[in-house]
């Protein structure tokens, strides 16, 4: 079967722009020579990845069930490049670690600097993502170690304990207002609340919170990142929920302010696992070792 990198990338571009053109222009291509690659590779499997709509394309269910092999393709080749790209400047390897925006930002980057510190010749890249995205990338093997919270886990791998944190309420002192006492649960139910999206640990447990009193977690305002929670706080639009330090970490004005959560739930662990098979095991010992020597 034909299968080049570009044809993996432009029907990964379609999907993505719902427009065959547009993915074309993406990757530089004639819209004539895109069409017909992705003819050439429907005829290939006997299946229509895509069906024309008045204003581009729509992937079909067989192109759905399909386009995670291909994500999976598309995975393999990026890491090809890149572990060839490491052997060829003469260093050891390279380690790909996904971790949330959390533990990034909180204890990560400083060990990762660390690592770097100490191993110079190993080559490390970091993916940025959710805990239930990085339990996907472990399972796919894209990555070589993950970073999870605990709570979200659903891999059955071998994990570690990696780091603990603690949400705290943020929110605007111009339109809301709390004492020194901690809150409880019960104090925000019917408050609007700012959450990171589906797969976030911060949803996971706002969502066990409301359970654990009868209620649904209504989650008006979903976010992608702490820095667009935080505009929405500043506004008054609800209050949101992060560890102290990532607040920290944005420099917040004096509008901005914080209250501790009464209670188990704002508490967070953070677990590590591993993979093998891609990276060259010594290297893969020496990263992890570190990480979690940073943990403790």
């Known amino acids: 079967m034909k299968f080049d990198t570009t044809t993996v990338r432009l029907v990964l571009a379609i999907a993505e722009e719902g427009s065959i053109s547009r993915a074309?222009?993406?990757?530089?291509?004639?819209?004539?020579?895109?069409?017909?690659?992705?003819?050439?590779?429907?005829?290939?499997?006997?299946?229509?990845?895509?069906?024309?709509?008045?204003?581009?394309?729509?992937?079909?269910?067989?192109?759905?069930?399909?386009?995670?092999?291909?994500?999976?393709?598309?995975?393999?080749?990026?890491?090809?490049?890149?572990?060839?790209?490491?052997?060829?400047?003469?260093?050891?390897?390279?380690?790909?670690?996904?971790?949330?925006?959390?533990?990034?930002?909180?204890?990560?980057?400083?060990?990762?600097?660390?690592?770097?510190?100490?191993?110079?010749?190993?080559?490390?890249?970091?993916v940025e993502e959710n805990s239930k995205i990085v339990q996907q990338l472990l399972r796919d093997k894209v990555i070589d170690v993950g970073i999870y919270e605990k709570k979200s886990g659903f891999l059955d791998l071998a994990r570690s304990a990696y780091r603990e944190d603690r949400l705290v309420l943020v929110y605007s002192r111009a339109h809301f207002e709390f004492g020194n006492a901690p809150v409880g649960i019960d104090d925000i139910l019917d408050l609007p609340i700012v959450s990171l999206g589906k797969g976030s640990a911060v949803l996971s447990?706002?969502?066990?919170?409301?359970?654990?009193?009868?209620?649904?977690?209504?989650?008006?305002?979903?976010?992608?990142?702490?820095?667009?929670?935080?505009?929405?706080?500043?506004?008054?639009?609800?209050?949101?929920?992060?560890?102290?330090?990532?607040?920290?970490?944005?420099?917040?004005?004096?509008?901005l302010a914080c209250a501790e959560l009464d209670g188990e739930w704002p508490q967070r662990s953070y677990v590590l696992s591993c993979v093998e098979g891609h990276a060259q095991e010594q290297t893969l010992r020496n990263v992890v070792a570190e990480l979690l020597a940073g943990g403790t």
């Open 24 to 126: 074309a222009d993406k990757l530089s291509l004639a819209v004539a020579a895109a069409s017909r690659r992705v003819s050439d590779l429907e005829d290939q499997l006997g299946a229509k990845l895509f069906t024309r709509v008045p204003h581009g394309v729509e992937i079909t269910e067989s192109g759905v069930k399909l386009l995670e092999y291909v994500r999976q393709i598309d995975n393999l080749i990026d890491r090809m490049e890149g572990d060839a790209q490491a052997l060829n400047h003469g260093l050891d390897g390279r380690i790909i670690i996904g971790a949330p925006k959390a533990v990034v930002i909180q204890f990560l980057a400083r060990e990762i600097a660390a690592v770097q510190r100490k191993y110079p010749r190993i080559a490390l890249k970091i």
């Open 205 to 255: 447990a706002v969502q066990r919170a409301y359970r654990s009193r009868g209620r649904l977690f209504p989650n008006n305002y979903t976010v992608s990142g702490f820095d667009t929670m935080l505009a929405m706080v500043r506004h008054g639009l609800g209050v949101g929920l992060m560890p102290p330090d990532v607040l920290r970490s944005f420099h917040p004005e004096e509008l």
